[in-house]
């Protein structure tokens, strides 16, 4: 029974050592989104300000509208006044983004 207990144990414990090592794409999302600027024109938490709201929307739009935007092939509106400054956010970053803010 000991032995047991001592099992189970163990295994709750590698088990919170796992879930907290898996990287958190929602957590990730939040930071990244702040750290490359978008809150400046998307508003804190992506409520929108100057660049319309992001929050809630669907993931893949999200992502796919992003690249259209940030390789200058959606050049439409106000599009190319945000162009320059997301050039360098990769597509890993922007599906970390995408994930936080759908999921707003
Ligand atoms: C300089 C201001 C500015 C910055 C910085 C900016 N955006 Fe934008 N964004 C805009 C504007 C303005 C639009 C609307 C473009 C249009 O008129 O079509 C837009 C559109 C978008 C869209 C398409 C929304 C839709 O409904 O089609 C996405 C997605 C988006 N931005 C994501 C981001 C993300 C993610 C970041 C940060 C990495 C970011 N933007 C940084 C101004 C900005």
Do not use: W
């Not at 929602?26 to 978008?38: E, L, P, Q």
């Not at 300000?49 to 940030?70: D, H, T």
């Not at 599906?95 to 707003?104: E, V």
Request: net charge neutral; aromatic share 6%; proline share 3%.
């Amino acid at each position: 029974m000991k032995l047991f207990t001592n099992m189970v144990t163990i295994t709750a414990l590698v088990a919170s050592i796992i879930i907290f090592l898996t990287p958190n794409a929602f957590a990730d999302g939040k930071s990244i989104y702040a750290s490359n600027g978008c809150e400046g024109c998307h508003g804190n938490e992506g409520t929108g300000s100057v660049g319309p709201r992001l929050a809630g929307q669907q993931e893949k739009y999200l992502i796919a509208q992003f690249k259209l935007i940030r390789d200058e092939k959606r050049t439409s509106g106000l599009s190319s006044m945000m162009a320059p400054a997301v050039k360098n956010v990769s597509d890993e970053d922007i599906s970390a983004i995408a994930a936080y803010l759908s999921g707003l």
